[in-house]
């Protein structure tokens, strides 16, 4: 099991950047694969970027190729989603999640889930 504690959300306008952070503790960092998803009001969750332990595959979304990238810090059991041009359609709550099995993506494969942080996106 994992722990996993989101940060850096906020209001930002549209067009502009953000980036969230996942703070992991509770199990082998480098190991898990490492997930970021978001649900909006009245929508279901969607899966918005994976990462892999050894960041040699990622997954994205595709509405957020182009826009949104995964990295990961193994020294510091760390996830990171850098959001950059950033659309009103982009608000929602976003949560970090993590899985030890390879090539998941979807919601229901990830069994560790943080508490999720607000992005909102004016505009």
């Known amino acids: 099991q994992v722990q996993l504690v989101e940060s850096g959300g906020g209001l930002v306008q549209a067009g502009g950047s953000l980036r969230l952070s996942c703070a992991a503790s509770g199990r082998t960092f480098s190991r898990l694969v490492m997930g970021w998803f978001r649900q909006a009001p009245g929508k279901e969750r969607e899966s918005v970027a994976v990462?892999?332990?050894?960041?040699?595959?990622?997954y994205y979304g595709d509405s957020v190729k182009g826009r949104f990238t995964i990295s990961r810090d193994n020294t510091k059991n760390t996830v990171y989603l850098q959001m950059n041009s950033l659309k009103p359609e982009d608000t929602a709550v976003y949560y970090c999640?993590?899985?030890?099995?390879?090539?998941?993506?979807?919601?229901?494969?990830?069994?560790?889930w943080g508490q999720g942080t607000q992005v909102t996106v004016s505009s």
């Open positions: 999640a993590a899985t030890s099995i390879e090539g998941s993506t979807r919601p229901r494969d990830f069994g560790s």
């Open positions: 990462i892999n332990w050894s960041v040699r595959s990622t």
